[in-house]
């Protein structure tokens, strides 16, 4: 089954500096999700990639999908404390009825 | 426009007690249905997905049971709960495969 795996774990950043978030497959990815949760809540969708070299944003957040589509990378312009929280990449799983994801990457946004 | 609600938010139950946690999506029809549990560590992890009223689909072999009643309504249920069914339990809805799922706000249950 497709494996994502998230780096790094767990990321503390000063607030104004950018940071990027990886998320790998041991598969080809057909369809990549980025979400962002925040804690004890649940997950909101932030953008999904489907094409190889593709590249979305929203607000201050850009994610790329790599052209081999097997990594995408999700990168945050001048962070702010409203930026923290859990990312997670989520990907079509094998029955393609579902979303598998990765363990998350924790986000703290320090002033 | 479509919202997922799911009850209670949280949720403290004996060992050897029931369950049953409900998720009911307003806005579409015929939505795909999930459920997930999240544990320290673990990551997010696939329980049920149905495509349809009636239609259950198991990802891994657990103490719990799901069932979809009407199409916009999706139960997660236990008869007996253990020890390690504490965690965090998120509902999504979905328009089809491919497509982005939405989650509601999550049930914490604590099996004590």
């Known amino acids: 089954s497709q494996e994502l795996e998230q780096s790094p774990q767990s990321l503390i950043v000063q607030e104004g500096k950018n940071l990027t978030i990886n998320c790998t497959s041991s598969?080809?990815?057909?369809?990549l999700y980025w979400y962002k949760q925040k804690y004890g809540e649940g997950l909101i969708f932030l953008m999904m990639?489907?094409?190889?070299?593709e590249e979305k944003s929203h607000e201050k957040i850009t994610a790329k999908l790599d052209e081999k589509k097997q990594q995408s990378s999700l990168h945050i312009t001048a962070s702010q404390p409203s930026h923290a929280g859990i990312y997670l990449c989520g990907a079509d799983s094998n029955s393609g009825y579902a979303l598998n994801f990765g363990k998350g990457t924790s986000l703290l946004v320090t002033p | 426009s479509q919202t997922i609600h799911q009850w209670p938010a949280t949720l403290v139950q004996p060992v050897g007690s029931p369950l049953s946690l409900e998720c009911t999506v307003e806005?579409?029809?015929?939505?795909?249905l999930y459920w997930y549990r999240q544990a320290a560590g673990r990551g997010l992890q696939l329980l049920f997905y149905s495509v349809g009223i009636g239609q259950i689909s198991s990802e891994v072999p657990q103490n719990l049971s799901a069932s979809r009643p009407q199409d916009r309504q999706f139960i997660l249920s236990s008869k007996k709960l253990l020890l390690s069914d504490s965690g965090f339990y998120l509902c999504a809805w979905s328009r089809g495969g491919g497509t982005e799922a939405f989650f509601g706000q999550g049930t914490r249950l604590t099996v004590v």
């Open positions: 806005g579409t029809s015929n939505p795909n």
């Open positions: 990639l489907q094409k190889g070299g």
């Open positions: 598969k080809t990815l057909y369809g």
